[in-house]
């Protein structure tokens, strides 16, 4: 006789792998971001990990290969990180001379506004106070601040008798 079998054959499929993000991209320096891969296992990262997610604190391309039973697929994830704003006034410990004016310059980034309403690197001021520079971006506000103390120079002359040959003393 004949003997009738069946056979059952199961394709197994390689799904692409795919990288999730979780968090801002682009993210502020000082932030992390979470990176999850999906669609094989095991995972290899470009950073060496092999977790299916990495949380990374720097911006760049990063890379994960995944693998499944019929092959391996890989994707990438570019990740932008956005610098903290700063600022800096100079000179540090002014003193403004009476009748005089006193520049001061801030370095910021990305601009600065100045408590006074200006918004140049380098104002020039003619009163003692307080002087606030602010630098401000998506990721925050910083500030720095001066005291401008005022100088009180008095200068006085006084008539002495001393040895010469002119009268020196009237």
């Known amino acids: ?26 993210f502020c320096a000082g932030s992390s971001v ?11 990262w470009s950073t060496g990990e092999s977790t299916a997610s990495i949380s990374v604190t720097n911006g760049g391309t990063y890379s994960v290969i995944g693998n499944a039973p019929c092959g391996s697929d890989n994707a990438q994830a570019v990740l932008t990180e956005l610098p903290l704003p700063s600022v800096s006034i100079a000179p540090r410990d002014p003193v403004l001379c009476p009748g005089a004016s ?12 100045w408590n ?39 200068a006085s002359f006084f008539e002495s008798a001393t040895s010469g040959d002119a009268p020196l003393g009237r």
């Not at 380098?122 to 990721?139: E, H, K, P, R």
């Open 102 to 113: 006193l520049d001061l310059t801030a370095t910021a980034s990305p601009t600065v506004s």
């Open 1 to 26: 006789g004949t003997t009738n079998a069946n056979l059952t054959i199961d394709t197994l499929s390689s799904l692409p792998v795919t990288v999730a993000l979780t968090g801002n991209n682009p």
């Open 34 to 44: 979470t990176l999850t891969a999906s669609g094989g296992a095991p995972y290899v």
């Open 116 to 154: 006074t309403g200006a918004s140049t690197p380098t104002i020039q001021i003619s009163q003692a106070g307080l002087y606030v520079a602010s630098a401000m971006n998506s990721c925050g506000v910083v500030k720095d601040s001066v005291s401008v103390s005022a100088s009180l120079v008095q």
